[in-house]
């Protein structure tokens, strides 16, 4: 794969560095992704993966038992030395009792599903011999509408998850900006080196693997890539396309469209770059409220959770009444109006590319869904 796109890599980097202009940007960056891809397609072989039919052996009391080991885990890791072995102890138990019960439910769901067919050559004869599986289509779940075809329900789909914005737009920062370092190529490396391998690919079908093989041997592609989206405040086109993956929230009705969650694969090397310098940036300046504890580096809901079971000890030492109330906002990322996250971007008052690049990255995204006669998208 290297060796295939090495031929390409000073066309690509000389392309980076003449583009002027968003549009041309956007051209090359679409180069660079069509020949990492290709060089892909040369190098490696297509996998072809057998889906495997899904037991429906996880129960509430599974899940339960999940979250409790989930918990002795965290508190294990965070005890002292005194208190570690204990909680090791306790964490050995509680996985020998969830492995246990785990295998105790599938084969009680192999039984059920063996036992109560009355179709010799149904479900589990296909299962065994030949390896059919049932329809696995969303839209087989959810209520397909009697009229209309499967293009217009998968828009209704997006339109739903992801009602429109009207959110006018944001004028270019016109005043000098505050001066910041270059991208360095370490700076990238650092991103790449935490990236999750085993993550889905975007739009694009490049996934980490594949950039952490460029960018160790071809650095400089992806260093004058990001810095070129830098200067000229950028975040391209091809790379606002988001796919949007649906999975079924546990305990919520399977054949409604908001008992899905979507996911969205899309390049976020340089997302990560920017989401660092605005974070240093917000705690040089002082700016993050005390009682944030979300999305923020040494903090977490345990630390709030442990915060109010003081405030609750206190005013009962005190003998007074506590009242707590927990609000939970339905779709609250999905229908965030962005013309608030550019308000609040500018009223950190700290000019700059790094804030200037971010508003970009809220201009003209795409979500696509995938359908078998072709892709539907949505912005």
Known sequence: MLQHLGQKTKQLVQQIEESNTKDHLAKA?????????AACRKAYKIKKFKLKINNNWWNQSLQIKKKELQALKR???????????KYQLQLSKKQAEL???AKKAKRNSFRNTCTKTTDPYGRPYKAVVKNKHPPAELFKQLENPSSGDTKSFALKILQELYPPSHSPTTPPYCFPLIQELQITKNEVRRILKKAPTKKAPGFDAIDYIVLKEVNNSFPEILHTFY???????????????????????????????KSHRPVTSIGKVLEQILLRRLNHTLKK??????N????R????????????VEKIQDAKNKQLHTMVISLDIQGAFDHLQYNSIRNSLDEIN????????LKDILTDRKVTIQIAQGPVSWS
């Open 29 to 37: 960056t679409e180069e660079l992704q069509k020949a990492i891809f």
């Open 75 to 85: 508190r294990t890791n965070k005890s002292e030395d005194d208190n570690k072995l």
């Open 99 to 101: 492995k246990r019960e």
């Open 227 to 257: 810095n070129k989206c830098y200067q000229l405040h950028c975040f391209p086109e091809p790379l606002k396309k988001g796919i949007i993956v649906l999975f079924h929230k546990d305990g919520k009705e399977a054949d409604k469209i």
């Open 285 to 290: 300046k002082n700016i993050l409220h005390h």
């Open 292 to 295: 944030q504890f979300g999305f």
């Open 297 to 308: 580096e040494g903090r977490s809901t345990d630390d709030a959770i442990h915060q109010l």
């Open 350 to 357: 700290f000019p700059s590319h790094t804030i200037e690049t």
